[in-house]
Antibody, heavy 121, light 110 residues
Framework: QVQLQESGPGLVKPSQTLSLTCTVS??????????WSWIRQHPGRGLEWIGY???????HYNPSLKSRVTISVDTTTNQFSLKMTSATAADTAVYYC?????????????WGQGTLVTVSS | QSALTQPASVSGSPGQSMTISCTGT?????????ISWYQQHPGKAPELIIY???KRPSGVSNRFSGSKSGNTASLTISGLQAEDEAHYHC??????????FGGGTKLTVL
C-alpha cells in the first residue's frame, strides 16, 4: 500500500519561498508509469493542480503558477519536493501530494493527508 | 486554463439518485475521456471514485457512476446514503500534460 506524507513549515512570511516535501513509502518513486504531483486547496474552495514530476526529472506545471513553482525529486530518499517563490496570502491553502497514473487514466489514486500552509507576517 | 464548472451545492434525500455536473470546454472535458471524480469528506484527503469518465476503482461502490456528453461530464450517485454526504470534485486532462479541476460540489443528504 503506497503512502504519501507531506512535511514542511506551516507558516511562511509573504515574499518568502514556500517549501514542502512529500515522502513516499510502500513503493518506489522510481516505478515507471507514475507522476508525482502537488495539488492545493484554498480554504473552502476547490482543488487546484500545481504540477508533477516523473522520476526521471521531467516536469509539467500549471501555466498560471509556472513562473513561481519548481518541483524536484530525490530518488535516493524516495521524496519529491515543491518550492513556490514570492509567496502571498493567496497561496494560503492545504497542500496535497499525490500519485498520478501517467499511463492513460491521468487520475490520482493515492494522496497524502494534506498540510496547511499559511502565508502571513 | 479555467476551472471546470460544478454546482456549488446539491441536496437529496436518502434513497434518491443525485447527478452532479462538471462543465468544461472542447479543450478539456469535451476533448478527452480522461475525467476523474473524487469524494472528499471534511478534513480528509480526496479519494478517487471514477476514472476515465466511467470506470470505478476496485472497492468503490457501484452506486457511483460516471458519464459524459459533449463538454459536460456527470457523476451519478444512486440510492443516496448518509455516508455520501461530502464534497465531490471533477478533474479533466486539458492537453499539453496539464490537468484542471472543478470548483467542487457539496452534497448534502437530507
Amino acid at each position: 500500500q503506497v503512502q504519501l506524507q507531506e512535511s514542511g513549515p506551516g507558516l511562511v512570511k509573504p515574499s518568502q519561498t514556500l517549501s514542502l516535501t512529500c515522502t513516499v513509502s510502500g513503493g518506489s518513486i522510481s516505478t515507471a508509469g507514475y507522476y508525482w504531483s502537488w495539488i492545493r486547496q484554498h480554504p473552502g474552495r476547490g482543488l487546484e493542480w500545481i504540477g508533477y514530476i516523473y522520476y526521471s526529472g521531467n516536469t509539467h506545471y500549471n501555466p498560471s503558477l509556472k513562473s513561481r513553482v519548481t518541483i524536484s525529486v530525490d530518488t535516493t530518499t524516495n521524496q519529491f519536493s515543491l518550492k513556490m517563490t514570492s509567496a502571498t496570502a493567496a497561496d494560503t491553502a492545504v497542500y496535497y501530494c499525490a500519485r498520478e497514473d501517467s499511463y492513460g487514466t491521468r487520475s490520482f489514486d493515492y494522496w497524502g493527508q494534506g498540510t496547511l500552509v499559511t502565508v502571513s507576517s | 486554463q479555467s476551472a471546470l464548472t460544478q454546482p456549488a451545492s446539491v441536496s437529496g434525500s436518502p434513497g434518491q439518485s443525485m447527478t452532479i455536473s462538471c462543465t468544461g470546454t472542447s479543450s478539456d472535458v469535451g476533448g478527452y475521456n480522461l475525467i476523474s471524480w473524487y469524494q472528499q469528506h471534511p478534513g480528509k484527503a480526496p479519494e478517487l471514485i471514477i476514472y476515465e469518465g466511467t470506470k470505478r476503482p476496485s472497492g468503490v461502490s457501484n452506486r457511483f457512476s460516471g458519464s459524459k456528453s459533449g463538454n459536460t461530464a456527470s457523476l451519478t450517485i444512486s440510492g443516496l446514503q448518509a455516508e455520501d454526504e461530502a464534497h465531490y470534485h471533477c478533474c479533466s486532462y486539458a492537453g499539453r500534460s496539464t490537468l484542471v479541476f472543478g470548483g467542487g460540489t457539496k452534497l448534502t443528504v437530507l
